[in-house]
């Protein structure tokens, strides 16, 4: 399994807008076969701020997300509006670990 987290911040004037089209992008995400599950975060004390939290059966499971429609209209519209460029980390899980415990 491969844990990303993806850390982003938002122009103030595009909070909404980044906040819909995300959550379009995870609509579309929680349905691919390799995407065990996809959360997004806003930040409590900026409220421009936010994570996604991604969880893929494997490496190749990041790759076909990456190359989904969903994917590709979030990453175009989203680009405008980030205040700087977003953050990524990939992380192993230490617990859980099984495909059903997510």
Excluded at 3 to 19: A, G, H, Q, S, T
Excluded at 34 to 47: A, I, K, S, Y
Excluded at 63 to 85: F, I, L, Q
């Amino acid at each position: 399994m491969i844990v990303r987290l993806i850390d982003v911040y938002v122009k103030p004037e595009n909070i909404e807008d980044f906040k819909s089209i995300t959550t379009a992008n995870r609509h579309g995400s929680i349905r691919e076969p390799g995407v065990l599950r996809f959360d997004v975060l806003q930040t409590e004390n900026d409220p421009a701020h936010f994570l996604l939290y991604e969880v893929y059966r494997d490496e190749q499971a990041t790759g076909d997300h990456k190359e989904t429609e969903h994917y590709r209209r979030w990453r175009e519209e989203a680009e405008d509006m980030m205040a700087r460029k977003r953050g990524s980390t990939a992380c192993i899980p230490v617990a859980p670990t099984g495909p059903g415990e997510w």
